[in-house]
């Protein structure tokens, strides 16, 4: 009687580890396919960054070039207006528009050192926050049970 039962209860525990099995497994599958989402979404941000930061690099160079154009002309007729009429020599009226610049280099350096970039990846950095949360949340759960 006592060999009649054995195989009841070792197939019962073949099904109960296979079902167990079967939940870790999908388990798993979801975590992966979780993974692969994140990593699909920081792909896109990055190549979106990528693209816009190629874009404003290119807007950035033409408009340097432009403008260190445009203000080597203003710096000259500035000297040249100096010199004409507030500032006899030369040198002074250059030495004036010298001094200008410098102060207008420290302010503008000063306003760039205050602004502060956006991260690279927001959305992805805030979607492992909430998995992060998500994950704690669970575990203080089974703690409970």
């Known amino acids: 009687m006592a060999d009649s039962h054995l ?44 693209r816009r930061q190629a874009r ?15 203000y080597l002309m203003l710096c000259i007729f500035g000297v040249l207006m100096l010199q004409a009429f507030l500032i006899k020599p030369m040198w ?13 280099g420290l302010v503008a350096l000063l306003v760039s050192k205050r602004a502060k970039s956006e991260g690279v990846a927001p959305e992805t950095v805030k979607e492992l926050k909430n998995d992060l949360e998500c994950v704690k949340l669970y575990l203080r759960g089974k703690e409970k049970s």
Do not use: D, W
């Open 7 to 50: 195989p009841e209860k070792s197939a019962s525990l073949r099904a109960q580890g296979s079902a167990v099995l079967g939940g870790v497994r999908g388990t798993v599958l979801h975590a992966m396919r979780h993974v692969e989402a994140i990593a699909e979404l920081l792909q896109v941000e990055l190549n979106e960054y990528g």
């Open 56 to 70: 404003r690099l290119a807007a950035v160079m033409v408009g340097v070039v432009l403008l260190l154009c445009a």
């Open 92 to 104: 002074a009226a250059v030495l004036a528009m010298a001094i200008f610049n410098a102060l207008a």
